[in-house]
């Protein structure tokens, strides 16, 4: 209940406000959490589970969320990823909704997929320390260059950045027409060209992080050329090895590293398997596919989108270091 009312917090939920709440049976009491904390400043809430639309995933937006995305000021998500070959519930669905509640100037907690573990940590955090932290790290690597990433795990990377492409912050403040992931904390950007090896020991996002949780005994190896991964390994579990193969073949920019970002929510303690609040730990996570180029301006497109967590890096910004084994220094 402390990360649910946190959450209205981050979106400033005032009295009497319409809200939306969107959950799934994989995390209904998150979805129930929301909605109590909510109701201690409001009872206009129209509440919905993603199972009630018909049998997932869903091949289009249902239009009785379309018309609660039209008459809320707040709204929330935490259905998580649901995809069956080509048909993915990121575009037929999340997509279409955030687009629709960012026409209305809606502030949109995405929380994809988030459990109980997620609330009682990565959301029991003081945000606004969050948010200062966040504006340190940009400070810092808003006008990188070029960033080294390197890990006792085997991870070597060259990351080169590109003035065109824009850095942004995500550190829990959501105001009226921008919509933000919780639990939240990060600095990320589309890199102009990545080379080198990442080890993902932390976990996978997409269907790979419910299915597969963490990664610490069964890591993917990228191997990373040009910003394509060209090669992947995974030693110790040969069926998520094929896996990935077959996923970043999905279109012709599956494979290409749309996301670089470093998380700083410090509430976030170890890996748990769940992407969203994974990737804010403190670390680096890169991501294959979509570089949300609606934020960060790149000019190139996929349908799929899959974050890796590597976990106790190095980072050189430029030269200077900015983390030290997983832990900040600056």
Not at 129 to 135: G, H
Not at 194 to 209: H, P, Q, R, W
């Amino acid at each position: 209940m402390q990360g649910a009312v946190n959450a209205t917090k981050c979106v400033s939920l005032r009295r009497n406000e319409p809200v939306l709440i969107l959950a799934e049976k994989a995390n209904i009491r998150v979805g129930d959490a929301l909605r109590r904390a909510c109701e201690k400043k409001t009872k206009r809430i129209d509440f919905f589970v993603m199972e009630q639309f018909g049998k997932r995933p869903l091949r289009f937006l249902p239009e009785e969320l379309r018309e609660a995305a039209k008459r809320c000021k707040v709204a929330f998500s935490t259905v998580g990823s649901s995809r069956k070959g080509k048909l993915n519930e990121r575009f037929t669905v999340r997509k279409p909704l955030t687009d629709l509640l960012m026409k209305h100037n809606v502030r949109f907690a995405a929380m994809v997929g988030v459990d109980e573990e997620c609330m009682k940590q990565g959301m029991c955090v003081d945000y606004k320390k969050i948010q200062l932290a966040c504006k340190a790290l940009y400070s810092v690597v808003k006008n990188a260059k070029q960033i080294t990433v390197s890990s006792p795990h085997g991870t070597a990377l060259v990351v080169d950045f590109s003035p065109k492409l824009k850095w942004l912050v995500a550190d829990g403040n959501i105001e009226p027409g921008t919509w933000s992931n919780l639990p939240d904390g990060e600095v990320f950007t589309c890199p102009a060209n990545v080379n080198g090896i990442a080890v993902i020991n932390g976990s996978l996002g997409d269907v790979f992080s419910r299915k597969y949780k963490s990664l610490e005994k069964t890591p993917v190896r990228w191997h990373i050329v040009d910003s394509r991964i060209v090669a992947v390994e995974c030693h110790q579990n040969r069926k998520l090895e094929a896996e990935f193969k077959r996923y970043i073949k999905l279109d012709r920019n599956s494979n290409r590293i749309g996301e670089f970002a470093v998380g700083a929510n410090y509430g976030v303690k170890k890996i748990i398997g769940n992407l969203l609040q994974d990737e804010k730990i403190v670390g680096v996570h890169m991501a294959a596919g979509y570089p949300y180029p609606e934020l960060t301006g790149a000019k190139w497109n996929s349908k799929v989108h899959c974050d890796g967590v590597i976990t106790k890096p190095t980072v050189f910004v430029d030269g200077m270091l900015l983390m030290d084994n997983g832990k900040f220094v600056f």
